[in-house]
Nanobody
Framework: QVQLVESGGGLVQPGGSLRLSCAAS????????MGWYRQAPGKQRELVAD???????NSADSVKGRFTISRDNAKKTVYLQMNSLKTEDTAVYYC??????????????WGQGTQVTVSS
């Protein structure tokens, strides 16, 4: 099985910064796309940013210029650097990874979620 473990969430004041990380483990042959999603109370889950194995990135308009996604292929880890945080960024952030597991089986895995709270 493939598991994702997230870390880095917490409480921060508006204008502050946080760095989220998500490490994949298990019988993984390759990882294609890794991304971050978030869900606030009463709202649908939305894509924040994702990154391909080649390093191409996409991000939501609401976070462009403030959030940066990156990955370390050797560590099977994806990061989300969040700067200039706003109260609207408060949500549970989930990591998602797509790739190929042992015996060439495609997989899509989700992390457990980490709470990010932006408040004064």
């Amino acid at each position: 099985q493939v598991q994702l473990v997230e870390s880095g969430g917490g409480l921060v004041q508006p204008g502050g910064s946080l760095r989220l990380s998500c490490a994949a483990s298990g019988s993984i042959l390759s990882i294609n796309t890794m991304g971050w999603y978030r869900q606030a109370p009463g709202k649908q889950r939305e894509l924040v940013a994702d990154i391909t194995s080649g390093g191409s990135t996409n991000s939501a308009d609401s976070v462009k210029g403030r959030f940066t996604i990156s990955r370390d292929n050797a560590k099977k880890t994806v990061y989300l650097q969040m700067n200039s945080l706003k109260t609207e960024d408060t949500a549970v952030y989930y990591c998602k990874t797509e790739g190929t597991a042992r015996w060439c089986i495609p997989f899509a895995a989700w992390g457990q979620g980490t709470q990010v709270t932006v408040s004064s």
